[in-house]
C-alpha cells in the first residue's frame, strides 16, 4: 500500500516541482560553495605570495648592505626559527649553487634554466608551484634577483595551506547531505503552497461531480495566479449552472405549455374519429394539427435559441453591421401587415449606422420588437423607429401609441411565456422579448421599456458601436 502510495506520489506536480528546486537549489549551493571556495584558495595562495615577496625583497636589501655571507647566515638562521617548512638555496647567475638551507631534503630539485633566463632578461621575480618528488605536498617558489651576479631561490611548502583547504572540502561534502534533505523539505512545503489553490479547485471540482453544483472555490487573495484560476473556475460553474437553471426552466415551460395545444390536437382528433364526418372534415382536422405542429416546432426552436444565447454557446458571426438599412428593411417586411391594421411606421434614421454584432441575430431582435409593436398598436395608431448615436453607444427606439402595460405587469415582460391579463393580451407563444433581450444581452447591451395604459409603449435597445 505504502509503496503505491509513493509510485503514485511520483507522478504529482508536487512531487516534480520538488525535485526541480531540490536540483536547483542543490546545483546552486554548490556553485555558491565553489566560487567561495575558489575564492579562499586564491586569497589564501595571494597571501603566501606577498609572504615570499617580502621575504625577496628582504634578502635583497641584506646583501646590498651587508653581503654574501650575512645573506648566508640569515637563510640558515629563517630555517632554524621558522614552523612552517621552507628552502632557500642561493644560486649564482649562471645556475650554479652557492648556498642552501632547508628542513626538507629539497636540494635534489633542478634548477630551472628557463626561470635564470627569464630573471636575467627582466628585474622582477618569478613565482611558481612545483610537484616535490617523494613528498605529499606542493611547494610554492620563487626566484629572484639579489645581486647582480646571485639569484636566491626560497621554496614554502603549502601543507599548512592544503590541509586547511581539505578541512574545508571536507565540510562542503558533509554540507551535502542536511542541504539536499533541507533543500527537499522546503520545496515540497513551497510546492504544497502554491498547488494549494490547484488542490482546492480539484476538490471542489470533485464534490460538484457528485452533484453539490453550489459549490464555489474560496477566492482568499494568495496570489494573482491561484485567484485568476478559482475567479475563472467558479465564473465557469456559474455560466454553467446558468445554463442548467435556464435548460430546466425551458424544459418545465415547454412542458406546461405543451399541454394545452397537445390537448387541442388530441380533442380535435377524437372528435373527428368518433363522428360520422366528412372526408372535409378530416382535412380540417390534419390542418389544425399542422399548424399546431408549426407553433409546438416555434415555440420549441425559440426556447432553444434564447438558451444559447444566454448561455453564450451560440455561434456568433461578428461583423460590422448597417442597423440605418436593417431597421429599414425590417419596416418594409411589416409595413403591408401594418397597413392592413391601419397602423403608421414611422422610421426617424440616419443614413447610416453601425455596430458590431451579428446581422442575423440582430434582424431578429428588430423583427421582433417591431412586431411586439404593431400587434399591441390599435388601428390609427403609430410606430416609431428612431436611432441614434450617443458616447459610443447606439440607441434604438420603437415607440407605439399602443395599449400600453401595467405597472404590475412591467416587470414581468421580458420573461419566458409571460402574457399579460387575458383581456390586454394577444395571441402568440411569449418568447419575441424574451428573445430581444437575450441577444441584446449577448452582444453587451440592454434593453428597457417604458409604458403606460392606454398610451403605448417605448422599448429602448442600447447596443456598444
Known amino acids: 500500500m505504502f509503496l503505491k502510495r509513493l509510485l503514485n506520489l511520483k507522478g504529482t506536480l508536487s512531487f516534480r516541482l520538488t525535485l526541480w528546486y531540490t536540483v536547483i537549489f542543490i546545483f546552486s549551493s554548490l556553485l555558491a560553495l565553489s566560487i567561495f571556495y575558489y575564492r579562499i584558495s586564491s586569497i589564501t595562495m595571494e597571501r603566501i605570495d606577498a609572504e615570499l615577496l617580502e621575504e625577496m625583497e628582504e634578502f635583497s636589501t641584506l646583501r646590498s648592505e651587508e653581503g654574501l655571507e650575512q645573506v648566508k647566515a640569515e637563510m640558515a638562521l629563517e630555517v632554524k626559527s621558522e614552523d612552517e617548512e621552507i628552502f632557500y638555496r642561493l644560486l649564482s647567475i649562471d645556475g650554479q649553487v652557492l648556498a642552501m638551507s632547508s628542513t626538507q631534503p629539497w ?8 626561470i635564470l ?18 613528498y605529499k605536498y606542493k611547494v610554492r617558489t620563487i626566484y629572484g634577483s639579489i645581486s647582480p651576479t646571485e639569484v636566491l631561490q626560497i621554496g614554502l611548502s603549502l601543507e599548512d595551506n592544503e590541509k586547511y583547504l581539505k578541512v574545508f572540502r571536507d565540510l562542503l561534502f558533509l554540507l551535502m547531505i ?3 534533505i533541507f533543500s527537499a523539505l522546503i520545496g515540497w512545503f513551497l510546492s504544497r503552497q502554491a498547488l494549494l489553490g490547484v488542490e482546492e479547485v480539484t476538490l471542489t471540482a470533485i464534490d460538484i461531480s457528485k452533484g453539490s453544483y453550489d459549490k464555489r472555490v474560496q477566492v482568499k487573495r494568495r496570489s494573482y495566479e491561484v485567484d485568476r484560476l478559482a475567479n475563472t473556475f467558479n465564473g465557469m460553474l456559474d455560466r454553467i449552472q446558468a ?10 415551460n415547454i412542458a406546461h405549455d405543451l399541454r394545452s395545444p397537445l390537448t387541442r390536437i388530441r380533442g380535435i382528433a377524437e372528435m373527428t374519429l368518433f363522428s360520422k364526418n366528412s372526408i372535409k372534415d378530416y382535412e380540417n382536422m390534419a390542418a ?30 461578428i461583423e460590422k453591421v448597417n442597423l440605418s438599412r436593417l431597421i429599414l428593411d425590417a419596416c418594409e417586411l411589416f409595413r403591408p401587415t401594418a397597413n392592413e391594421k391601419g397602423v403608421n411606421i414611422i422610421t426617424i434614421l440616419p443614413d447610416k449606422l453601425h455596430c458590431q454584432g451579428d446581422s442575423n441575430k440582430l434582424q431578429r431582435l428588430v423583427t421582433n420588437l417591431l412586431e411586439n409593436s404593431i400587434k399591441y398598436t390599435e388601428s390609427e395608431g403609430s410606430v416609431t423607429i428612431s436611432a441614434s448615436l450617443d458616447n459610443g453607444q447606439v440607441n434604438i427606439i420603437f415607440e407605439d401609441t399602443g395599449i400600453g402595460i401595467s405597472e404590475k405587469d412591467l416587470p414581468k415582460i421580458f420573461e419566458r411565456f409571460y402574457r399579460c391579463d387575458m383581456s390586454r393580451s394577444k395571441a402568440g407563444i411569449g418568447l419575441g422579448l424574451s428573445l430581444a433581450k437575450a441577444i441584446a444581452n449577448a452582444f453587451g447591451g440592454d434593453i428597457r421599456v417604458k409604458s403606460a395604459l392606454n ?8 447596443l456598444p458601436h
Open 288 to 317: 389544425s394539427t399542422i399548424e399546431e405542429c408549426d407553433n409546438l416546432i416555434e415555440m420549441i426552436n425559440t426556447m432553444l435559441d434564447i438558451t444559447e444565447t444566454e448561455a453564450g454557446v451560440g455561434e456568433f458571426k
Open 455 to 462: 398610451k403605448g409603449s417605448a422599448f429602448l435597445v442600447t
Open 178 to 180: 542536511p542541504l539536499f
Open 107 to 114: 636540494g635534489r630539485l633542478e634548477v630551472s634554466g628557463n
Open 117 to 134: 633566463r627569464d630573471l636575467r632578461d627582466q628585474s622582477r621575480p618569478v613565482l611558481g608551484t612545483l610537484d616535490i618528488p617523494n
Open 243 to 252: 445554463l442548467l437553471k435556464s435548460m430546466r426552466e425551458m424544459t418545465d
